[in-house]
């Protein structure tokens, strides 16, 4: 439970780094709602990593370079999940941006990116593991 308690502890940090991003290049360089949640998502990406490795997981043990392909892997998959998400809310039933990437967001930060991080990408492995 500390773990999961943790992860979205750096979600929360992550999705503040996202939305912040997404809400200057919407409303500031006027980048279309979908685009700019997807830069935001990039950004929210990079940040949900390092805390996930350094602090959540603790994930030491792991070549980084291992953990940032798999965290590739599974962030490429979140990354559809968040645009497909807030493109159906915003575009197609004409919710406003913010809570459309919130509601969706929560929903796949939940469903998928906790049991993908903690079973997949920080997953405790030996050295000579090979993907």
Request: charged share 15%; hydrophobic share 50%.
């Amino acid at each position: 439970m500390k773990t999961f308690f943790k992860a979205n502890v750096a979600s929360l940090a992550a999705s503040l780094c996202d939305y912040l991003v997404t809400i200057i290049f919407k409303e500031f360089l006027l980048i279309n709602a979908v685009r700019s949640s997807i830069i935001g998502t990039i950004f929210g990406g990079v940040i949900n990593f390092l805390i996930g490795k350094h602090w959540v997981f603790q994930s030491k043990n792991s070549p980084s370079f291992l953990q940032a392909k798999r965290y590739f892997i599974a962030w490429t998959g979140n990354l559809l999940l968040n645009a497909s998400g807030v493109y159906l809310l915003t575009e197609l039933m004409g919710i406003h941006y913010i809570i459309a990437k919130l509601a969706t967001s929560l929903t796949v930060a939940v469903a998928y990116n906790y049991p993908i991080q903690k079973n997949y990408v920080f997953k405790k492995i030996d050295i000579d593991e090979k993907d």
